[in-house]
């Protein structure tokens, strides 16, 4: 039963298997045979068996079907052999008919066959035709851009190369001509950036070459439209304010005749150069090559190597430019050429910047413009730091100005200019002071120092013009007569007005106010009489060859100078029209400049009376060892006060105080002169002939101080000088040294300015002399108690000297003497007082 369940089972599958061996590929048979021995072990038998069966059945169907269609076959054959006999026939017809149709055909061959060949020809041509109609116009583009590069038309052989590149060549680009030229445009485009680029180096030479001209141009006219300005501002101001000229006060209004003459010349000339054709800088240079430079290297895609380039190259031009020459400082016409070329060149790269987009940046040109006003400004510092002449300073400080408002014009800003011009006004008014210094030297040295005469009216008005001097008694004095002063003073006066003048010249054009302008000039004119003219005046009066006279007319005349200084502050106040009442105006410091200036003459004058009271004093000749005085004073003591009568009479010209201060001092200086003479370590012995000798001199210098040579003391105050000589020679000449040393510290003292050192020097003196005259004195008694007396003194006086009389207790005269002492300590105003005591008697 299994065995036929199974049997059951493999038939419908063997079937299939059947089915798809008969409907599938040969090929594939493989994996379906396969699968009927993966089965049960004798399937492949049921199968065989089956198949079998399967190939019988198709036999039988194919022998059947072969039975119904054999007489049909046979038929066929049979009128298949009927036709054979009729086909040969139609053959030898066919071949017979083709035989004649290719003998009438050879001629048509023949024609037709050249009908072909010109068909052929014509589309040939008409082929030809179309791609020559399409290759002409790239010949014609290309022709043209070789008449272009002929005629240096770079830019639109660029522009032509773009439409052959994006419109030509893709509709011939299968030509090797195409490709020819394909290969050669960028041969032409480099071709293009060399020519262009070698016109670029061409203008920069250009332009490198033409700064000083462009330079020129611009400057000129900008100091054209700043004359005008300026004169146009003068005319305005002279119409609103008037002329105001002061003759009475002399403080003239020149300085703005000054100005508004040169404005009008500068003016003429101008408007003869304006008739004249104005240049720009595109007349002076053509900027074509950079245009075209720029514009091929913006079509070569090439923009900013180019822009790079420029402005390296410009760098370099603008550091050459910078540089200046080792000898621009000589000249004016050496910072002329520095400046035409630094603004010609800044003048283009301002063309530049405003005429193409990106070449030229306003960034770039600031930072370019920062670069050089940072060299410029070295530049000028070193270089004018040499400048000595003050009219090369000035002629420089105009070229900035006009250097500075040209680039201002542009757009550059100069504010660091203006204040470099602050420095170079400090130079300025340093080579102005050094100049004047050498013209006040000239004056001093030209005064022949007297006072000026007058012998007219004239002669009188010229000098008040020239200075400001006012005197009601001097006017109401008939000619000839005489001014106090020198001659140098009017020209110093001048000299400093001049000073102003040049010093007011600087600080025109700087852009100040008039207070500022105020503030230069009084600071300017200050330096000038508180270092100049002070430095002058003191060099002058330590000259050797000043006398006293000469002294005397310095003085009087720093006195005017210093009250003409009201008149100078008037003077620029009437300039820049600034009051004096302004809290910030400076003022004028010639009141202590010629304060100093007299002090330092009066000194020179203490010192110089001094020095010849040394030289008469240096001829004194006494006989110290006289026995007897001769009865008159010495000669040359008469000669010396003669000589100061004559002086003190030219000071009568002087202020009171200076004559009384002279008189003063040269007296104190005879005094101690005379003492030292007395008190002089090389003179050994004095006698008393010799001091009453040298009393008779001193009565007469204490007469000369008593008959009041000049004016103004009160009472006795000229002879206090000898009082330390008086009280001295009283002492010795009375012999009261009881009562010096009884009085001694006491404010009441007789002999208060006599001094213990002093008399013990000179009573050593006489002792030694008194030893030597009276070598047989010490047998005789007298001379022998006065030399103990002299001995007890000279003890006593080197006590005091010596401060060492307290512990050596009581000390007495001798017997001769009226009067006894005792030294004691005291509390007063000595060390040690002296008390009078009751006269002892000696052994």
């Not at 380039?309 to 400082?329: E, T």
């Not at 470099?420 to 102005?432: G, K, P, S, V």
């Not at 008393?688 to 008959?707: K, Y």
């Not at 009085?743 to 002399?769: C, F, H, I």
Request: proline content about 3%; some cysteine.
């Amino acid at each position: 039963m299994a065995e036929g369940g199974e049997g059951l089972g493999t038939v419908p599958e063997h079937e299939r298997i059947l089915q798809e061996i008969e409907s599938t590929d040969t090929a594939c048979v493989g994996p379906t045979l396969r699968s009927v021995y993966d089965d049960q072990p004798n399937a492949h038998k049921k199968f065989m068996e089956k198949l079998d069966a399967c190939i019988r059945n198709h036999d039988k169907e194919i022998e059947k079907m072969c039975n119904f269609h054999h007489q049909g076959f046979v038929d066929a054959i049979t009128e298949l052999l009927k036709v054979r006999a009729d086909a040969e026939k139609l053959k030898v017809q066919v071949t017979d008919t083709n035989r004649r149709f290719q003998d009438a055909g050879k001629e048509v061959i023949v024609q037709t066959e050249d009908i072909i060949r010109c068909r052929i020809q014509q589309r040939n041509i008409t082929t030809v035709v179309e791609k020559l109609q399409l290759c002409l116009p790239v010949l014609e583009m290309y022709s043209k851009l070789k008449e272009q590069m002929s005629a240096k038309r770079y830019y639109s052989a660029l522009k032509t190369m773009e439409q052959l590149e994006n419109v030509y060549f893709p509709r011939v680009s299968q030509y090797r001509f195409c490709q020819l030229m394909v290969e050669n445009l960028p041969k032409l485009r480099e071709d293009i950036k060399e020519i262009s680029m070698s016109d670029l180096k061409d203008f920069l030479e250009s332009i490198r070459k033409h700064s000083d001209k462009i330079g020129e141009t611009a400057m000129k006219q900008a100091q054209q439209q700043k004359t005008f300005s300026v004169t146009l501002q003068i005319k305005q101001n002279n119409v609103k304010f008037g002329k105001n000229m002061y003759i009475n006060d002399r403080i003239p209004e020149e300085s703005s005749e000054i100005v508004l003459k040169h404005a009008f010349e500068e003016e003429e000339e101008n408007e003869e150069e304006n008739e004249e054709e104005v240049l720009t800088v595109q007349d002076l240079v053509d900027f074509s090559p950079v245009y075209r430079c720029l514009h091929i290297y913006s079509v070569l895609g090439d923009e900013e190597a180019f822009e790079n380039y420029y402005r390296k190259q410009r760098k370099k031009q603008a550091r050459l430019v910078l540089q200046p020459q080792s000898n621009m400082h000589e000249t004016v016409d050496g910072y002329r050429r520095y400046f035409t070329q630094i603004v010609g060149f800044f003048v283009v790269e301002d063309h530049i910047l405003h005429v193409t987009q990106g070449l030229v940046t306003r960034a770039y040109t600031d930072e370019l413009w920062n670069m050089a006003l940072s060299k410029i400004i070295a530049v000028l510092r070193a270089h004018s730091s040499y400048c000595t002449d003050p009219d090369l300073v000035l002629e420089l400080k105009n070229l900035i100005v006009i250097f500075a408002d040209t680039l201002q014009g542009y757009g550059f800003p100069v504010n660091r200019l203006f204040d470099l011009l602050f420095e170079i006004r400090d130079q300025y008014n340093e080579t102005l002071l050094k100049k004047w210094a050498g013209v006040f030297r000239d004056i001093f040295e030209e005064d022949n120092y007297s006072p000026i005469p007058i012998v007219n009216e004239e002669e009188y008005k010229i000098v008040i013009s020239k200075f400001p001097f006012q005197d009601p008694d001097l006017e109401k004095q008939s000619f000839p007569k005489k001014f106090p002063m020198s001659q140098s003073v009017p020209h110093i006066y001048i000299q400093v007005k001049e000073f102003i003048y040049a010093s007011l010249k600087f600080s025109e054009s700087l852009h100040r106010s008039s207070t500022e302008i105020d503030d230069m000039l009084r600071k300017s004119t200050n330096l000038l009489l508180t270092r100049t003219l002070c430095s002058c005046l003191l060099n002058l009066i330590r000259k050797p060859h000043i006398g006293l006279t000469e002294l005397v007319q310095i003085i009087i005349n720093t006195t005017h100078l210093e009250q003409a200084c009201k008149y100078l502050e008037d003077f620029i106040t009437n300039i820049t029209n600034i009051s004096q009442e302004t809290v910030h105006t400076t003022r004028l410091y010639g009141l202590s400049t010629f304060k100093d200036a007299r002090h330092a003459a009066e000194g020179e004058i203490y010192t110089k009376l001094n020095q010849k009271i040394d030289e008469f004093v240096q001829l004194a000749d006494y006989d110290w060892t006289m026995s007897e005085p001769d009865g008159r004073a010495s000669g040359y003591l008469m000669d010396l006060i003669n000589f100061l009568r004559s002086i003190f009479q030219v000071f009568t010209h002087l202020p009171g105080k200076v004559a009384q201060t002279a008189c003063m001092s040269a007296c104190q200086h005879l005094s101690t002169s005379l003492m030292q003479m007395l008190l002089d370590s090389e003179l050994k012995q004095i006698s008393m002939g010799a001091v009453q000798q040298f009393n008779l001199d001193v009565i007469q210098c204490e007469l000369f101080a008593s008959s009041e040579p000049v004016p103004g003391f009160q009472g006795d105050t000229l002879q206090l000088a000898f009082i330390d000589l008086r009280q001295l020679l009283d002492l010795f000449m009375v012999w009261d040294w009881s009562t010096y040393l009884a009085d001694y510290g006491q404010p009441a003292s007789k002999y208060l300015r006599v001094n213990p050192n002093t008399a013990l020097t000179l009573l050593e003196k006489m002792k030694d002399t008194s030893k030597k005259n009276n070598i047989f004195a010490q047998f005789r008694k007298n001379d022998r108690d006065k030399q103990k007396l002299i001995e007890t003194v000279v003890k006593q006086l080197r006590s005091l000297v010596n401060g060492a009389a307290c512990a050596r207790g009581e000390m007495f005269l001798p017997a001769e003497a009226t009067t006894g002492v005792q030294l004691l300590p005291s509390s007063g105003r000595s060390q040690y007082s002296i008390l009078t005591v009751e006269t002892r008697q000696t052994r």
